[in-house]
């Protein structure tokens, strides 16, 4: 099955400062892998997808690289804001059988202080 | 309006108490799904169901059931509830005729069974 997991659970930035959450993956065959984004006391908001045979896919502030030779998923945020401060999780899609599913890593809890 | 809602937000109960945790959504999708988070863990997929007819085993449905009354409400039953049923408990939508990787998260439910 698929395995989705982070480097880092935690990560402090200063405001204005780019911020990058990194993602180990296990399952080569995965087409899509996204991130999502969730703030304390909600559900978590997707932010950005990016396809298997891309590399790097840009949002706004937000930019996502994926480096299928070493399994890496990476999202950079760009002049982090307060507002920025939640749990960041990335997850990648089933096919087949499990198409329409999502697996979601563990979370990096990003903190933004001023 | 909320467009996934869950009810109820908290929950306290004793172990072998029966629990339902409903979801609704107004945004018209298909797609429902229903998630544990527990912390350090991520999300994991208990129940999914594709439509109406549809109903879907995930990664941790032992000890859970699902029932879609129709296309907007899903709700998820603990039979006998048990104490490491302790955890915060999402209801997702999604579209898949728009992003298939974009779920619609509520705002959770929180559990504890004592």
């Known amino acids: 099955g698929e395995s989705v997991g982070l480097h880092l659970p935690t990560l402090s930035v200063q405001e204005g400062d780019n911020s990058i959450i990194n993602c180990a993956y296990s399952?080569?065959?995965?087409?899509?892998f996204i991130w999502y984004k969730q703030e304390s006391g909600k559900g978590p908001q997707f932010i950005i997808d990016?396809?298997?045979?891309?590399d790097k896919r840009q949002g706004q502030r937000v930019t996502v690289l994926l480096n299928k030779t070493v399994k890496h998923l990476s999202l950079q945020i760009a002049a982090t804001q307060p507002g920025d401060s939640a749990v960041y999780f990335c997850?990648?899609?089933?096919?087949?059988?499990?198409?329409?599913?999502?697996?979601f890593g563990r979370g990096t809890q990003l903190t933004v202080w001023p | 309006d909320a467009d996934v809602t869950q009810t109820p937000r908290n929950r306290i109960t004793k172990t072998g108490k029966r629990i339902m945790l409903e979801c609704s959504q107004t945004?018209?999708?298909?797609?429902m799904y229903w998630y544990r988070q527990d912390p350090g863990l991520g999300l994991r997929l208990i129940y999914y169901?594709?439509?109406?007819?549809?109903?879907n085993k995930g990664e941790i449905s032992d000890g859970y059931s699902v029932s879609r009354q129709a296309q907007a409400k899903f709700s998820l039953s603990l039979e006998s509830a048990i104490p490491n049923q302790t955890a915060l408990y999402f209801c997702?939508?999604?579209?898949?005729?728009?992003?298939?990787?974009?779920?619609?998260f509520g705002p959770g439910t929180r559990l504890t069974v004592l």
């Open positions: 990016i396809r298997s045979n891309m």
């Open positions: 997702a939508t999604s579209d898949p005729t728009g992003n298939y990787n974009e779920q619609f």
């Open positions: 399952n080569s065959a995965s087409d899509y």
């Open positions: 169901s594709f439509d109406v007819k549809d109903i």
């Open positions: 945004k018209g999708h298909d797609r």
């Open positions: 997850a990648e899609r089933g096919r087949g059988s499990t198409l329409g599913r999502l697996y």
